[in-house]
């Protein structure tokens, strides 16, 4: 008995080990880039949200599970945005976050790379990508950057849109 009490008491020790963080809007930015008709087209994603356990010099411990509101996106044009939220694209009503969750992170230093899974539309994929780490406002600042491939998650059909878009992260997360 006195063993089980010892391991419930070790293993709630190792939670509090954990920094528990929550992505924060303000201070924070997920922006987009992808090509139409041969252009650089740029947009973004608000609406942060999720927890992220992070310690900078255990990077083996953390782990992230952050989702945005895809009815934010924004392009700066109010029709083509409302066009992205609709069945074809984000079909927001049925899907109404984009998930991000990690299944692996390694590095130290500041620089890390990050292993996971990217939902979107109802669609998941797996994602890898480097990361950096720095201490901010009694929080981290994370930023990062990827590419993905729209027809992957079933985003839009044929059309004059490239196929393959940029995601550049900067997201603030304070204190739990």
Do not use: W
């Amino acid at each position: 008995m006195k063993k089980i009490i010892l391991l419930l008491l070790m293993l709630c020790g190792l939670n509090i080990t954990y920094a528990q963080y929550k992505p924060v809007n303000q201070g924070s930015s997920l922006k987009f880039t992808i090509k139409n008709l041969g252009f650089d087209v740029g947009g973004s994603f608000g609406g942060l949200d999720g927890l992220i356990n992070f310690d900078p010099d255990n990077a083996d411990t953390a782990n992230f599970d952050v989702t945005v509101d895809a009815a934010t996106v924004n392009t700066d044009n109010n029709l083509r945005d409302e066009h992205l939220r609709g069945d074809s694209y984000f079909d927001v009503k049925n899907n109404p976050k984009i998930r991000l969750l990690s299944t692996k992170v390694t590095g130290k230093g500041g620089a890390y790379l990050l292993n996971g899974k990217i939902t979107i539309k109802g669609k998941t994929q797996p994602i890898v990508f480097p990361f950096t780490a720095a201490p901010h406002a009694g929080g981290y600042q994370f930023k990062g950057s990827f590419k993905i491939k729209r027809k992957d998650f079933g985003i839009g059909g044929t059309s004059t849109i490239a196929n393959e878009l940029e995601v550049n992260l900067d997201v603030l997360a304070k204190k739990a």
